[in-house]
């Protein structure tokens, strides 16, 4: 079907050599969603993510004018409908509270969050991680990492296995399912819908099956209802784990916050409980907040999220220059991935040598070596400690400034600082990311419903007036950790944040090198 599409206004026609010219006449396509062509392009995006067509997979789009085809269109509508409402709730936050914590060497220095699941509920440390979609918990384990508490340093209680059978409120996910990716495997269209995620380094990955249950939310102090909210979401049950997946990344769970439709993001906003957005903070106390709900403050500054590959993927922001104090360097324009799941920022190979060049001509420190650490640039403190250092800024699209806050990671000796680092790396490819340590300092908002980025100083004690770290409203959780001083032995040496977990056979500094290469290498599966 074509149809015609005549501009209107100033654009119905052209200007030409102060004449008027022919009307502009576009044309485009319509396709509807359940057509063969629609199919073939569903069948087509499969294949890409390296599943096969075999046969049954007319069985999984729903005939024309049958009863599933009408159900379809109808949930459809019903979405649609709930999303044009206001939204139920400003804010909703886990049931364990906003917090964030960090969690030391162990597990890779991410942030990390208490999620509650299933009926009767049980709770779960996710990492935090914007760069993905699904969120996925340890479940009915066939090879998953350890779940005791000797294993980590950091840890004061076994962490928890999933049980869909022992959910009162679990729903099994079929390969019918519109989500089910992997559908057109299935021999059988009622069969449970299977999942993997594959991340192309060092044979890291999930699989398993997907499942429905409930997630345990509650409202921020400014919505009238104290009531908890138990939203439906679909999970990963994740049998089987490999790689990174295995040595303390995530043991216990991912909480993935990308924009594909099977994250919790889009179902609360979908249901019509949030509006489409949400936000991360990070302290430089290692302190975090997560908001759901949340569009930010007035008076944030902004830039636009920019499409990959012609599609709205993930969080990619664009830079027009990367500036050390004043200086803007010359051909410095790249796009970046904004990506909670990195605890360090990277730029392309040519622009962070012109970055680290000119970091390195500005700062007042001699040029050393630690051994063990990733990072290139790396120097000397001084008797006083760590010297002002150079400030460095990123130019974004918008003519918007966003002023890294610490852009060095400091080395510890027993005496204190004996050094730091310029705490960024060199990828290949031309998107960079933008990690923790960038965020650290601000308010980080995912506006996914006008598609742009928002950011605003905060120490995230700040945001406690919308929602608490935890339901008591106090500065400890019932599910607490150790803090950052506890995880540490006095005059022990620093470690350094890492991308991946703990490697018990090697030293953490070595760890931290093999670990930063790994994540250049995952990277391939967000752009791929």
Same mark, same amino acid.
């Given at each position: 079907?074509?149809?015609?599409?005549?501009?209107?206004?100033?654009?119905?026609?052209?200007?030409?050599?102060?004449?008027?010219?022919?009307?502009?006449?576009?044309?485009?396509?319509?396709?509807?969603?359940?057509?063969?062509?629609?199919?073939?392009?569903?069948?087509?995006?499969?294949?890409?993510?390296?599943?096969?067509?075999?046969?049954?997979?007319?069985?999984?789009?729903?005939?024309?004018?049958?009863?599933?085809?009408?159900?379809?269109?109808?949930?459809?509508?019903?979405?649609?409908?709930?999303?044009?409402?206001?939204?139920?709730?400003?804010?909703?936050?886990?049931?364990?509270?906003?917090?964030?914590?960090?969690?030391?060497?162990?597990?890779?220095?991410?942030?990390?969050?208490?999620?509650?699941?299933?009926?009767?509920?049980?709770?779960?440390?996710?990492?935090?991680?914007?760069?993905?979609?699904?969120?996925?918990?340890?479940?009915?384990?066939?090879?998953?990492?350890?779940?005791?508490?000797?294993?980590?340093?950091?840890?004061?209680?076994?962490?928890?296995?999933?049980?869909?059978?022992?959910?009162?409120?679990?729903?099994?996910?079929?390969?019918?399912?519109?989500?089910?990716?992997?559908?057109?495997?299935?021999?059988?269209?009622?069969?449970?819908?299977?999942?993997?995620?594959?991340?192309?380094?060092?044979?890291?990955?999930?699989?398993?099956?997907?499942?429905?249950?409930?997630?345990?939310?509650?409202?921020?102090?400014?919505?009238?209802?104290?009531?908890?909210?138990?939203?439906?979401?679909?999970?990963?049950?994740?049998?089987?784990?490999?790689?990174?997946?295995?040595?303390?990344?995530?043991?216990?769970?991912?909480?993935?916050?990308?924009?594909?439709?099977?994250?919790?993001?889009?179902?609360?906003?979908?249901?019509?409980?949030?509006?489409?957005?949400?936000?991360?903070?990070?302290?430089?106390?290692?302190?975090?907040?997560?908001?759901?709900?949340?569009?930010?403050?007035?008076?944030?500054?902004?830039?636009?999220?920019?499409?990959?590959?012609?599609?709205?993927?993930?969080?990619?922001?664009?830079?027009?220059?990367?500036?050390?104090?004043?200086?803007?360097?010359? #051909?410095?324009?790249?796009?970046?991935?904004?990506? $909670?799941? *990195? /605890? =360090?920022?990277?730029? %392309?190979? !040519?622009?962070?040598? &012109?970055?680290? #060049?000119?970091?390195?001509?500005?700062?007042?420190? $001699?040029? *050393? /070596? =630690?051994?063990?650490? %990733?990072? !290139?640039?790396?120097? &000397?403190?001084?008797?006083?400690?760590?010297?002002?250092?150079?400030?460095?800024?990123?130019? =974004?699209?918008?003519?918007?400034?966003?002023?890294?806050?610490?852009?060095?990671?400091?080395?510890?000796?027993?005496?204190?600082?004996?050094?730091?680092? =310029?705490?960024?790396?060199?990828?290949?490819?031309?998107?960079?990311?933008?990690?923790?340590?960038?965020?650290?300092?601000?308010?980080?908002?995912?506006?996914?419903?006008?598609?742009?980025?928002?950011?605003?100083?905060?120490?995230?004690?700040?945001?406690?007036?919308?929602?608490?770290?935890?339901?008591?409203?106090?500065?400890?959780?019932?599910?607490?950790?150790?803090?950052?001083?506890?995880?540490?032995?006095?005059?022990?040496?620093?470690?350094?944040?890492?991308?991946?977990?703990?490697?018990?056979?090697?030293?953490?500094?070595?760890?931290?090198?093999?670990?930063?290469?790994?994540?250049?290498?995952?990277?391939?599966?967000?752009?791929?």
């Amino acid at each position: 079907m074509e149809i015609r599409l005549p501009l209107l206004g100033l654009l119905l026609v052209l200007c030409v050599e102060g004449g008027l010219g022919a009307p502009i006449v576009y044309s485009a396509r319509l396709v509807h969603r359940f057509s063969d062509e629609a199919k073939a392009h569903r069948d087509a995006r499969v294949l890409r993510n390296g599943a096969g067509v075999s046969g049954g997979g007319d069985g999984f789009w729903p005939q024309r004018r049958s009863l599933e085809y009408y159900r379809r269109l109808l949930s459809s509508d019903v979405q649609r409908q709930t999303l044009k409402l206001n939204p139920q709730f400003q804010f909703l936050y886990p049931s364990e509270g906003s917090a964030t914590l960090p969690l030391g060497n162990d597990f890779g220095w991410l942030h990390y969050m208490w999620i509650d699941i299933g009926t009767p509920k049980v709770s779960f440390l996710v990492a935090l991680d914007a760069g993905s979609d699904l969120f996925w918990v340890p479940c009915d384990c066939v090879q998953c990492a350890p779940l005791s508490s000797s294993y980590y340093s950091s840890l004061d209680k076994d962490l928890n296995e999933y049980n869909p059978s022992g959910s009162s409120t679990s729903k099994t996910i079929s390969c019918s399912h519109q989500l089910c990716e992997l559908g057109t495997n299935c021999p059988n269209p009622r069969q449970q819908c299977p999942y993997t995620i594959n991340y192309y380094s060092d044979d890291t990955s999930t699989s398993g099956f997907l499942v429905e249950d409930i997630l345990h939310l509650l409202p921020g102090h400014s919505d009238v209802s104290n009531k908890s909210v138990k939203a439906p979401v679909v999970i990963g049950c994740g049998s089987k784990q490999t790689g990174g997946y295995l040595s303390g990344v995530a043991p216990d769970g991912l909480l993935g916050l990308g924009l594909g439709e099977i994250s919790v993001a889009s179902f609360l906003a979908k249901a019509g409980y949030i509006r489409n957005s949400f936000s991360l903070c990070f302290n430089e106390d290692d302190s975090g907040r997560l908001l759901f709900g949340d569009q930010g403050i007035a008076g944030q500054q902004t830039t636009p999220f920019l499409p990959l590959h012609g599609k709205n993927l993930t969080y990619i922001v664009g830079v027009d220059a990367c500036c050390i104090e004043s200086l803007c360097l010359d #051909n410095t324009d790249f796009q970046m991935l904004v990506d $909670s799941g *990195s /605890s =360090f920022s990277y730029l %392309p190979a !040519q622009i962070f040598e &012109k970055v680290a #060049n000119e970091f390195d001509r500005q700062v007042n420190a $001699s040029k *050393s /070596s =630690f051994e063990g650490y %990733p990072w !290139q640039y790396c120097y &000397k403190s001084s008797s006083n400690g760590v010297p002002k250092l150079p400030s460095f800024t990123l130019k =974004f699209a918008t003519s918007k400034s966003f002023v890294v806050k610490n852009p060095v990671f400091v080395i510890y000796g027993t005496q204190g600082a004996v050094g730091f680092c =310029f705490a960024v790396q060199p990828m290949d490819g031309d998107i960079g990311t933008i990690g923790q340590n960038f965020m650290t300092g601000y308010q980080i908002v995912y506006d996914r419903e006008n598609f742009k980025m928002g950011w605003s100083q905060s120490n995230c004690k700040d945001l406690d007036g919308r929602a608490p770290p935890n339901p008591s409203g106090n500065n400890s959780s019932s599910n607490s950790l150790p803090t950052t001083e506890q995880q540490s032995a006095p005059n022990s040496r620093a470690v350094a944040p890492a991308v991946a977990g703990r490697t018990p056979s090697k030293s953490s500094a070595t760890c931290l090198s093999c670990l930063a290469k790994l994540f250049s290498l995952m990277l391939i599966a967000h752009f791929s």
